[in-house]
């Protein structure tokens, strides 16, 4: 049976519960634990997929094909696992299984309530790596004092009642601010909100503190008299140079012993602690490189979290500190932006607005050699790209940008043309691809069929595969003989694409072959400036 641990926060959004939550589930993975992580948000979309990236920043897409929040990717990349539709609940689906059942007449007699239907169905989620794991590391979105989390706050006090504290406990994070001109750090924000949780019935284990400044004793004292949590289990959680930090620092103050006394877990083996040393190496590289991502959201970094992350992993296997540089294709002179960088990236992307500049882009990188990599819609423009300026097709574009154009390169196929709901109805998740004989595709990835994820409607039109191959822009990768995967060019150092989302499955110690070959490819192409 899994043991729980909750994880809270307390004060303001974005403090970084995804990863304390993954850097404590990394600790207790590293004494050898079975460790899952499930994430929950209280808003009332069904999943993130229908939301802006201002609203969310990046959509998650696991395996199975969930569109999840970012957080996902956090616990991917620090356990090394794969995340499914188990691993993301949000209120919306929580309520929509909760009505349908009310709707079959599963309730027949009864009056449908939050407690307990809802709290029920919310404790159902939490429990659904049970059996399989040792520990399950739930993390409730939001802020604790939100309306919306109040259902999940609940439920979370009923399972710490049915199953005792010895098997559940709660990890609250909170904020404390650093008044510059009193210049003290203050804990006051941090006793209220676990006031405010335990006017919820929960009594928080431990406190991971989010601070600009190193927490003195004294302060941890304070909070744990206010608090009533050991002083030793009050963490000071300071900014990092990388998140890849975070678990060590939680280390060095026995985070891991604490969680493992609280909760009676039988560690099966000391910490190796070879997994810390190994990002040593990535905060001092010898080499930088200038790599642009060019998209429509370039002032909001979270709407790129996994791209970011998978270009981090490449610049450190090649002892790379890689330097992000954000193009606005809708705003920004992009040929200037361009010409200040050593490789390009265009990343997924939904809708019209900055597509003519992503066009531009890969013109520009086509022919002047620059390193590119484009990822889903970075495909699509690819394509419409070489069917404009090299096949003549002038109007050439994709049915979601003009869907009058003459010559729809990319399209939607019969089955999407169906879709009348948009929520979850995109090619989502795990797709094969086989690859060609002799091709760059194959010599990156090293074999000849890979399993990527998919998040797109659109696809390229098969019927101007060889049109676009007679001008260079050979079709490399095919989805079971039918549907185009990858497309890449012959006479260019590196000028590959793929309709999937290669960012998802990089990890700091395995990164993605395209991501590692766009870093290789633009090292060389700065070296030979
Ligand atoms: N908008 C495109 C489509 O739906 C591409 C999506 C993406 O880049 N993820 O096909």
Redesign the pocket.
């Known amino acids: 049976m899994s043991k729980f641990i909750i994880i809270t926060g307390g004060v303001v959004s974005s403090l970084g519960k995804g990863i304390s939550g993954a850097s404590i589930g990394k600790l207790l993975q590293l004494h050898g634990l079975k460790v899952n992580m499930i994430k929950c948000d209280p808003y009332i979309n069904v999943d993130p997929g229908t939301m802006s990236p201002y609203q969310h920043g990046e959509v998650f897409v696991t395996v199975d094909g969930a569109e999840a929040d970012l957080d996902l990717g956090h616990y991917e990349r620090f356990l090394d696992v794969e995340m499914t539709k188990g691993n993301t609940n949000t209120a919306g689906s929580i309520y929509q299984t909760v009505i349908e059942k009310e709707r079959r007449g599963e309730y027949l007699g009864a009056t449908v309530q939050v407690i307990p239907h809802i709290t029920n169905e919310i404790k159902k989620r939490f429990c659904a790596f049970e059996k399989d794991f040792d520990v399950s590391i739930i993390e409730i979105g939001g802020t604790v004092g939100d309306i919306e989390s109040l259902p999940f706050l609940e439920a979370a006090r009923q399972l710490i009642q049915e199953k005792g504290p010895q098997n559940v406990i709660n990890v609250h994070v909170t904020l404390i601010p650093y008044i510059a001109v009193a210049q003290e750090l203050k804990t006051k924000p941090s006793q209220h909100s676990v006031n405010k949780l335990r006017e919820l019935g929960i009594q928080p284990s431990m406190l991971i503190c989010r601070t600009e400044k190193p927490l003195a004793a004294k302060l941890k004292d304070k909070l744990s008299l206010f608090c009533s949590v050991p002083a030793q289990n009050v963490i000071e959680c300071a900014d990092a140079k990388s998140i890849y930090e975070v678990p060590r620092n939680f280390y060095k103050q026995h985070v891991d012993e604490r969680v493992i006394e609280l909760l009676g877990l039988k560690p099966k083996h000391k910490v190796d602690e070879k997994w810390f040393s190994f990002f040593d190496k990535a905060l001092s590289p010898s080499k930088t490189v200038k790599i642009a991502i060019a998209g429509k959201y370039s002032e909001l970094q979270d709407a790129y979290k996994s791209v970011n992350e998978a270009l981090r992993h490449a610049g450190m296997n090649n002892d790379a500190k890689v330097q992000i540089v954000y193009i606005n294709t809708e705003k920004d002179d992009v040929v200037a932006k361009l010409k200040e960088v050593d490789g390009v990236l265009i990343p ?3 809708g019209v607005r900055g597509i003519e500049g992503k066009i531009e882009t890969i013109r520009y990188a086509r022919e002047n050699k620059l390193p590119f990599l484009g ?3 970075g495909m ?1 423009c690819a394509v419409i790209e070489a069917a404009r300026h090299l096949c003549g097709l002038a109007k050439a574009n994709s049915t ?1 940008f003009d869907p009058k154009t003459p010559d729809p390169v990319v399209d939607l196929t019969p089955q999407q043309k169906n879709v009348v709901y948009k929520g979850g109805t ?1 090619r989502l998740g795990n797709y094969t691809a086989d690859l060609e004989k002799g091709s760059l595709a194959r010599k990156l990835y090293g074999k000849d069929q890979i399993v990527e994820r998919h ?4 696809e390229l039109n098969p019927d101007y595969v060889k049109q676009l191959r007679d001008v260079g822009l050979k079709v490399t990768g095919w989805h079971e003989g039918v549907l185009p995967e990858i497309v890449e060019r012959e006479d260019h150092p590196y000028f590959i694409a793929g309709q999937f ?1 290669p960012e998802f499955g990089s990890r700091p110690q395995r990164p993605h072959p395209l991501f590692d070959g766009l870093v290789k490819a633009s090292l060389k192409k700065k070296e030979g400036k």
Not at 455 to 458: I, K, L, M, N, V
């Open positions: 997924g992307g939904f990822i889903c819609v699509q979601e995109m998040r797109h409607r659109y989302h």
